[in-house]
């Protein structure tokens, strides 16, 4: 098939740290290459792509006035059996009532907006909406539309498991961009309610009130032993903290579509533990490959039983439910689908 991916200009291809959309759809495009499909990406003007995609640059971060008109002149002219968005769904306008088989995948949570509305009440032609956890699709039913929602996956051996006994003291682990709403407060409090050491990385968000959270709550309570910062970490990095750690903790405050970083965790063994909400609530199976709870008292009490879990059961979990080829072949069946 000749298939079109289409990314908001945000962050250049191949992403490195940030970029969890391009980095999903990265290892989509990857399996589809494998697969024999003739792929076109459209995304940041500064990506870098494998020689058998074919790329169209769109903008940058800071300069996306022109994008749509971009998109749309392409689309006018070119014809694809899929396109498959994961930015803006104005993108779709030229091709809106033609037979062009449509996805569009949602990476984030809070769908419903004035502009939402108007594009439903177009009546799209053979269009699914896919978003990226199940649980944003169940609260969306009420919503008009065809609906069919698609995990991220990850490539099997991006990660691997070196299934080492951990060390006595092993630390509890939080991996999330510098920022209140990913709950590392919480995280924080429950290394010190459980006496265990946590070892904190991330990137530190670029606005002020962002850096002057970090320092308040996150550095002041850094002693460099018990809680640790240690920055951002790339992929070979996070596989050994994660081989590593006796948990991710994930505390979550506000709305998560789906964290690709408890998929890391499980990938290398370890347990995730976080709040029973949002798409942990669907991915974690209590006791299998972590653990949830409604409270902070009930994650404090999770870490007094991570030794519970399986570490092989973990990876089982992840290699058996959340692989690129996973995810791959679930968007072959949408896209193989007239709606």
Known sequence: MKILQIVNPVVPFPPKIVGGTERVVQYLMDELLAKGHEITLMGHNDSIVPESVKFIPIGTFLDQKNTAKKIWKHLLFNKYDVIHNHGRLVYFLPKIWSKTRKIHTFHIAELESS????????NPRN???????????????????????VNNGLPKNLYTYNQKPLSIDA????????????????????????????????????YPNEIAWFEEQVVAACDGEKIKFIGAVDDAKKNKLLNEAAALLIPTIHSEAFNTTMLEAN???????????????????????????????????????????????????????????????NYLDLYRKKV
């Open 127 to 149: 269009f699914t909406f896919s978003p990226c956890g199940k649980w944003i699709q169940d609260k969306s039913v009420h919503l008009k539309g065809n609906w069919s929602f």
């Open 267 to 329: 990938a290398c063994g370890c347990p995730v533990i976080s709040y029973n909400r949002f798409c942990f609530d669907e991915y974690i199976i209590n006791g299998i490959n972590g653990f949830k709870g409604e409270n902070l008292q009930d994650l404090a009490a999770a870490i007094q039983k991570i030794a519970e879990v399986d570490r092989n059961a973990c990876r089982k979990h992840f290699e058996e439910n959340y692989t690129s080829t996973h995810m791959a072949n």
């Open 171 to 206: 630390p509890l682990v939080v991996i999330s961009r510098m920022e209140e709403s990913k709950g590392i407060a919480d995280a924080i409090k429950l290394a010190k309610m459980a006496n265990r050491k946590l070892i904190i990385a991330g990137k530190v968000g670029d």
């Open 115 to 122: 502009s939402f509305h108007r594009f439903v009440d177009l």
